[in-house]
């Protein structure tokens, strides 16, 4: 990221939005807002005049993915784009309007065209994954518009945003459920394969759904039963090996909805890094090498990244979960374990854990713009507490088992 930001240093070195906003989110959480902040300013350059923004030919999911980013950046840094920026969001929102298909009697009423956004799903179709970004885009444009004082023009697009949820969903519900068995597929004319996975983005990063809403819920367990190869995903499509990002997002998801076989996953990444802590897109099944991509990718160091800091510090629509995903051996020390300060849309917060005898003491430090409505230390083995004073120390007691009881 010290010229352009690009998601590997050889092969991989030029631009893509998809890329570039999972790293860019990753950046920020760890404090390096005003390198984005550089890096956002040269976007306007790159949209067209139709309000597409452009990296790619046929790819449909990059207006969705500046939109979350724009956001992100003003909700992670407490500042506002400038000027030149924002005058790109209304032109964004009105190309993904006209981008939709007319509403008819299809599967894919209402959606965008088809197109191989996401490369790593197979060959044109009309994925979800670029619907699901749109919407998210829509809503996070909603959000930017109204904080800068638009209150007409956040209506508008939470109203087309709306409308595109609705045709989103009325088309999943559509799908023969002998094709979704439950599930979301990666199109409306797909079978439940690998590129379902693309499908697992409205529950990370985007939170479009619930933890544990049960669409998600049959994908992530088709997937850990059918597409996972030594403990990790396999992608059987273009990419043909094991993807480390993709990985990362399951393991998320499964964060999220409180299963701890997130655990399994993160391990397994771990196990496949590199001497120097890096890894290709994809991994050789066999060789545990590259088969993808530059030795160094940037979108799977930035979903490492991500994964660690939601460990300590998730966010939750108006609330923050600390210390949910802290993995059981971290304990068995007396070292303390410390992170942060890391960027929240609530301001920055430093956690640090220390075990004491039977007890576990969490001290949080945080330099907050204002208190969240709601925050929960949620360590797992320990009683839940409600956050009151988020510059205090908490003092944690451990959950009685079945067989403590008996």
Known sequence: SAGDIVPGPYTYRRFWFLDACFMLNALMVIGHTKRCRR???????RQRRSGYFHSQDGEWDSNGQVLWIYDRYERLSGNVLDQTTRDTIYRAVKW???KRLQKNKTLHAGLLPPGFSAEHLGPNDYYYWDNFWALAGLKAAAGMVKRNGSESNSIEIERLAE?????IFESIEKIPQKRCRGGIPASPYRRMDAGSI??????YPLQLLPPGEQRITETLSFLLENCFYSGAFFQDMIHSGVN????????????????DRYRFLLRSVEELASSTGQWPEAVHPLT?????GDGQHGWAAAEWVMMIRNLFVREEDCRLILCSGILPEWLKTESPLSFGPTSTPFGKISIKILQTFDKLEVSLNAEHKHIPAEGEISLPGYRSLPVNDWKGVYHLNKLKTRSTIE
């Open 39 to 45: 890096i956002l300013a040269n976007f306007p350059r």
């Open 96 to 98: 993904i309007q006209r």
């Open 163 to 167: 409308d595109f949820e609705k045709s």
């Open 198 to 203: 693309g499908s697992m983005v409205a529950d």
């Open 244 to 259: 480390i990002y993709l990985t990362l997002a399951i393991a998320q998801s499964l964060l999220r909805k409180g299963d």
């Open 288 to 292: 545990g090498g590259g088969c993808m």
